[in-house]
């Protein structure tokens, strides 16, 4: 993984477009509707994406985010701060080397570390475990958030590739047979089907 270290300035804008998504996703989720995140919010993800600055570690947790929305009916996280939290936790476990501990994410987020131990093995199970993201959706996420920051439309987060499909090739007949064999009716008293 590439070190994307990334300035103050894109902190902001990286910040912004966190909370934007977590809490869209989130409030529809647990609402069914979907507002704009509070300026706390906002300021929470970008102080904690300054901690921890790694961009596209933060793409990765969003994407953790929309399959704990999409699958997670846990009842451990209840707010969009702890989500946030435990995503980027888990993308920085995941994919980095140098991970920190519970008790650091803890002291950082101001989130009990008995909490944050429960909601790491309650977003986990969630996901069945399943913290792979491959090359092609990781690319489709990106696509998918890049038309939500453009747009605005929450619909891209929630958005599914559609596989391509090809039609089915024929299979050329085996050497031997004919495949193409018409059946002749028989005379009236003969049993069999003669192929020609």
Request: net charge positive.
């Amino acid at each position: 993984m590439q070190d994307l270290t990334i300035s103050k300035r894109s902190t902001q804008v990286l910040g912004e477009l966190s909370s934007n998504v977590v809490f869209k996703m989130w409030s529809l989720k647990k609402f069914g509707s979907c507002g704009s995140p509070d300026l706390n919010f906002k300021k929470f993800c970008a102080r904690m994406i300054f901690k921890f600055p790694n961009s596209e570690l933060v793409l990765i947790s969003l994407k953790y985010v929309r399959r704990y929305i999409k699958n997670g009916n846990n009842s451990n996280i209840t707010n969009e701060y702890q989500l946030f939290t435990i995503a980027l936790m888990l993308a920085n476990k995941w994919h980095n080397d140098e991970a920190y501990s519970n008790k650091v994410w803890s002291e950082i987020s101001s989130i009990s570390r008995i909490d944050i131990d429960a909601m790491e093995i309650s977003f986990l199970k969630s996901l069945d475990f399943k913290m792979h993201i491959t090359k092609e959706k990781y690319a489709f996420w990106l696509t998918c958030l890049k038309k939500y920051n453009l747009t605005g439309k929450h619909e891209y987060l929630f958005a599914r590739k559609i596989k391509k499909t090809t039609a089915t090739p024929q299979n050329s007949p085996k050497l031997g047979f004919n495949y193409d064999a018409k059946v002749i009716q028989p005379p009236v008293g003969f049993e069999r089907n003669i192929v020609v």
